[in-house]
T-cell receptor
Framework: GAGVSQSPSNKVTEKGKDVELRCDPI?????LYWYRQSLGQGLEFLIY????????KSGLPSDRFSAERTGGSVSTLTIQRTQQEDSAVYLC???????????????FGSGTRLTVV | EDKVVQSPLSLVVHEGDTVTLNCSYE??????LLWYKQEKKAPTFLFML????IEKKSGRLSSILDKKELFSILNITATQTGDSAIYLC???????????FGTGTRLTVIP
């Protein structure tokens, strides 16, 4: 697609429920990143996918968080047993190998605002 | 531990003012520093800086990096209400998979 697409744009869920957030990157971009932005905070790295390599999961805050990327394209971030502290904007970004190296070219999606009540 | 610190955290100015936003960093194997503008949700890329002392300019925005003192500044001249946003600074390290972001500076430009 023309840009990075994320859905839903907003999600309100009850504490303890599972949620799935979706990211559709720019076609042909091999790298995909998930970040979290809590109120008043910067972007916190969660997970990185590059091609067929094993993902870098070093930023996932707990084992309630997981992500997968099927067919090297669409990615789903799953949060199990949501807690109120999970409330944040979840941003996805994609880049091609060249754009990351030269133009710093992450392209971000518009994010999913998750509210856990 | 890697650190990116932005200041001020927030700033309110009048249209036409000039502002300077600061970003200092402590990271291992520094490669480049990037500035993003975040108006609603999606941050948009402004500048990438790799070398010290070379100013990057785009319209009323400019930025420069000092690798000796480990900081960068983002200048906006003749501010407009459309400049109101969060400005994010991020650092890329050699061998790292991801950008490391600061907490941002929230700029509000009032008419």
């Amino acid at each position: 697609g023309a840009g990075v697409s994320q859905s839903p744009s907003n999600k309100v869920t009850e504490k303890g429920k599972d949620v799935e957030l979706r990211c559709d990157p720019i076609s042909g971009h091999t790298a995909l990143y998930w970040y979290r932005q809590s109120l008043g905070q910067g972007l916190e790295f969660l997970i990185y996918f590059q091609g067929n390599s094993a993902p870098d999961k070093s930023g996932l805050p707990s084992d309630r968080f997981s992500a997968e990327r099927t067919g090297g394209s669409v990615s789903t971030l799953t949060i199990q047993r949501t807690q109120q502290e999970d409330s944040a904007v979840y941003l996805c970004a994609s880049s091609s190998f060249n754009s990351r190296a030269t133009a710093g070219g992450y392209t971000f999606g518009s994010g999913t605002r998750l509210t856990v009540v | 531990e890697d650190k990116v610190v932005q200041s001020p955290l927030s700033l309110v100015v009048h249209e036409g003012d000039t502002v300077t936003l600061n970003c200092s960093y402590e990271v291992t194997n520094f490669r480049s520093l990037l500035w993003y503008k975040q108006e609603k949700k999606a941050p948009t890329f402004l500048f990438m800086l790799t070398s010290s002392g070379i100013e990057k300019k785009s319209g009323r925005l400019s930025s420069i990096l000092d690798k000796k003192e480990l900081f960068s500044i983002l200048n906006i001249t003749a501010t407009q209400t459309g400049d109101s946003a969060i400005y994010l600074c991020a650092v890329l390290s050699t061998g790292a998979n991801n950008l490391f972001f600061g907490t941002g500076t929230r700029l509000t430009v009032i008419p």
